[in-house]
Structures are given as structure tokens and as C-alpha cells.
């Protein structure tokens, strides 16, 4: 039996923040807190860092960037995954569900099969990973060819997470159709003609939206995929996705809608790096806005992982949650939303995915990361 125990640890539990705990870890489950005898065990002295639990980014599409960092400029799919893992690792992200779009009427990574082909590239990389990669799939319902796609991705265990998103001008992200097309234009690079042929297929494609959208959230809920909305922008478009079986709310637009998620029981989840630069790229509510108002359950790294821990860290000192709290939004929060009752908290019995920070200055940085129990990163920083 592995056995290791980490010393003068500054531990933060669900509720409370105690200093020097000693958690001993056992076959990559936390079996105690100050045990009486260390026996066989590794001792790591953490010298009073602060440990959170691994953190749970539930949407990231940074993935999509590793494997075309320019349009058209594609790296190979293991290179990329590898890359994406270590990043995650770094970033002191023990789970991350990789954002994936399907979404054939745009360009690049987001058509169907080069989408399903990464979506089985990390499920293949998972064997080597540092880190716990799954897959979130991302359906645009106005696609009308993806659904064969997604189903056989969900029928053979390579999607963990599907949401549905509609980016069609006019609701949610994209207000009017010159902000859509603005958008495809910064993103794709493509020329005025292109960006005509995009829209009028994705506006024809639109009608039996719903129907294809209730086939594919039966199908989740027949596999245990969990099921969450993208951009919704009207207590309306939450009380229908949360008929469909949605559990997560990812980036409400505004204040109203936000709540009515959650009097829906839905998670919701805005974006950390929203927190770091203090406004939405799109324009919407600001994630510290929903911090604020009491209607923000979960953070993601949406497109820079690495956010994800100075946001939560900044948070006490911009708002008037606990530390508790802001970590929760990493960590367990998500972790029920997703349905991974083995993970997200610093308690007997849970998995070892655990997170040393290092403050460097106003900036911290994740020192030493164990996913079950596994040490993955032993970061050296300037100690004097």
C-alpha cells in the first residue's frame, strides 16, 4: 500500500481553512488528517501552503487552440493532447472536460468528423495523461448533420458532457447578425462571400432544432451524460433546456436569467478568465457580477486554464465570499454538476487530486499537484 502524508499543510476544507493539517494519502485516497503514526509513508513537508482539491474545469476549449494555433495550421492530435495535459497540470486542473464544437457550418476544428476525431484522440491519450482529460461536446443546434456524429460518440463512453448551444444572430451570444458575422470573421479569417454561405445555411438549418436536440438529450440521459445549455438569455430558454434534463447553465447573459437557472436547479458556470480581465468578451454579464449576486456556482477556464486559480484566489478580496467559497467554484461545485461524487473536496474516502499553492507576490501558482495520489508537478520557485 502507497502511503504518503503531507505535512504543515494550510488545508482548505469545505467550510473552514485550518493550518497545519498532516492528510495522509493511501492508494490515491485521503485516509486521514493528523494520523498518530506516519508508519511507512513518504513525508512531504508543505511548509504551510495552502492545499485545495484538484480543480474541475468543466468547459475549456484551449484544446481547439493546441491543435490549430493559426487557421489551417494544424498540429497531430497526440502532440496537441499532450501539450493540453501538461498545460492542465500546471494550471492545477486535476479534471478537465475539453470543449469541442460541432458545428460543420463553421470552419476548422469545429466540423463534425475533425471534432470527433479529437474527441477519441484524448479519450486514446487518457492512458498516458497526467491529468483526468474527458470530453465535453459542444452541439450548435442548428446543425443538422451532427446528431449521428455525437450519438456514437456518447454510445461508446468518448463524450462525458454535452451541451447545446445556439449561435444563431439575434439571442444569447450574439445580438445582431453584424456580431456574428464579426465574430466568424476575427476567428476564421474567411471573406465576405464565405461568411454569407455560413449564415444562410445555419439559418435554414434551423428548423427541427428542438427535435434533434430532444434525441440527443435522450440518448445523454440514457448514458449518464450530463447535459448543460450554452449562452441561455431568457428564463424561457431555461425552463426548455431544463425540461430536456440540462443540469448546467454555462454563461446566462444576463442577471434574470442567471437566477432563474438556479431556481431551476441548474448549476451555473461563468468563465474565470472574465474575472481576471474584470468584463465579458462578448459583452454580457460579468462573472464577478453573478459572483456578487449570489448566482455564480462554478468557474471554467473557458479559453485560459491558467485563470482559473488567481481568479478564485482574488475573489474574497473583490467580493464578500470566503475562501471556502471561491474554491468551492473549482472544485466541488463542479464536480456535482458533473455528477463526480469522488472528487472535489479534502475529505476521507474522496480521491487524492490535491493542489499546493505557492504565492509569488500577489500571483499564485501551483507548486505541487497529486492526481489519486499521484504527484504530477513539483514546481521550483525562487524560495528566498
Known amino acids: 500500500m502507497k502511503r504518503t502524508l503531507l505535512i504543515h499543510a494550510r488545508v482548505v476544507f469545505p467550510t473552514e481553512v485550518h493550518d497545519d493539517i498532516a492528510v ?37 476549449d484551449a484544446l481547439e487552440k493546441e491543435i490549430e494555433p493559426r487557421p489551417n495550421v494544424h498540429f497531430p492530435l497526440d502532440f496537441a493532447c499532450a501539450q493540453a495535459d501538461k498545460r492542465n497540470a500546471v494550471a492545477g486542473i486535476t479534471t478537465v472536460f475539453h470543449a469541442l464544437s460541432f458545428a460543420n457550418h463553421e470552419l476548422g476544428v469545429r466540423n463534425n468528423a475533425f471534432a470527433a476525431e479529437i474527441a477519441r484522440a484524448v479519450h486514446a491519450w487518457r ?75 445555419k439559418l435554414a438549418a434551423a428548423q427541427g432544432a428542438m427535435e434533434r436536440m430532444k434525441t440527443l438529450a435522450e440518448q445523454a440521459r440514457k448514458h449518464n451524460v450530463p447535459i448543460a445549455s450554452h449562452d441561455d438569455d431568457s428564463p424561457d430558454k431555461v425552463a426548455t433546456v431544463q425540461a430536456l434534463g440540462a443540469v448546467i447553465s454555462e454563461f446566462p447573459v444576463n442577471l434574470e436569467t442567471a437566477r432563474a437557472a438556479r431556481a431551476k ?6 468563465g474565470a478568465p472574465n474575472i481576471l480581465r474584470g468584463k465579458s468578451q462578448s459583452g454580457n454579464m460579468r462573472a464577478l457580477d453573478a459572483v456578487e449576486s449570489g448566482v455564480a456556482d462554478c468557474l471554467c477556464g473557458d479559453y485560459s486554464p491558467a485563470a482559473l486559480l488567481p481568479s478564485i484566489m482574488r475573489l474574497p478580496a473583490l467580493t464578500d465570499i470566503s475562501l471556502c467559497q471561491a474554491v468551492a467554484m473549482v472544485t466541488v461545485n463542479p464536480a456535482r454538476a458533473a455528477g463526480l461524487a469522488d472528487r472535489g473536496e479534502i475529505a476521507i474516502g474522496k480521491r487524492a487530486d490535491l493542489v499546493a499553492v505557492k504565492m509569488l507576490g500577489s500571483l499564485p501558482q501551483a507548486e505541487k499537484v497529486w492526481v489519486g495520489g499521484t504527484p504530477i508537478l513539483s514546481a521550483y520557485f525562487d524560495h528566498a
Open 24 to 60: 495522509l494519502i493511501e492508494d490515491g485516497r485521503i485516509a486521514a488528517f493528523d494520523p498518530d503514526s506516519s508508519g511507512n509513508s513518504e513525508i512531504i513537508d508543505l511548509s504551510g501552503r495552502l492545499l485545495i482539491p484538484g480543480m474541475i474545469d468543466l468547459h475549456c
Open 265 to 270: 436547479g441548474l448549476s451555473t458556470l461563468f
Open 127 to 201: 492512458s498516458h495523461a497526467l491529468v483526468d482529460n474527458r470530453v465535453h461536446v459542444r452541439y450548435e443546434v442548428t446543425d443538422d448533420t451532427a446528431p449521428p456524429v455525437l450519438s456514437e460518440l456518447i454510445k461508446n463512453g468518448d463524450a462525458h458532457l454535452m451541451s447545446f448551444m445556439d449561435h444563431s444572430p439575434g439571442q444569447g451570444q450574439f445580438r445582431d447578425v453584424e456580431a456574428y458575422r464579426d465574430y466568424l470573421a476575427r476567428t476564421y479569417k474567411t471573406d465576405e462571400d464565405s461568411l454569407d454561405s455560413i449564415m444562410t445555411r
